[in-house]
């Protein structure tokens, strides 16, 4: 099992910053993936941004040239971030974080970050 807990949500005005930060334990030695998703409302959850476990990332094109995803591994855990700048009230939802894990492909979430833009 990997267990997800994240952190850094908030308030902030529009064109502010905000960074997210997700941490992965119990089997981290086989996630393959990791990302961020986000659900606002009345909406459905949508993928923002992607890291894979050889570093490739990808992101949705609204969130291009303004969000920016890493990873850290340590010992017993992996930290996964979302750097995000110039923020627009639209980029209001509620974050998952989400790990890809084991040879079933099998999923694991955290429980989520409200992030609201302000206007």
């Known amino acids: 099992q990997v267990q997800l807990v994240e952190s850094g949500g908030g308030l902030v005005q529009a064109g502010g910053s905000l960074r997210l930060s997700c941490a992965a334990s119990?089997?981290?030695?086989?996630?393959?993936?990791m990302g961020w998703y986000r659900q606002g409302p009345g909406k459905q959850r949508e993928l923002v941004a992607r890291?894979?476990?050889?570093?490739?990332?990808?992101?949705a094109d609204s969130v291009k040239g303004r969000f920016t995803i890493s990873r850290a591994n340590a010992k017993n855990t992996v930290s996964l971030y979302l750097q995000m700048n110039s923020l627009k009230p639209e980029d209001t939802a509620v974050y998952y974080c989400?790990?890809?894990w084991g040879a079933g492909r099998r999923d694991s979430w955290g429980q989520g970050t409200q992030v609201t833009v302000s206007s």
């Open positions: 989400n790990a890809g």
């Open positions: 119990g089997s981290i030695f086989s996630i393959y993936a």
């Open positions: 890291i894979t476990s050889g570093d490739n990332a990808n992101y």
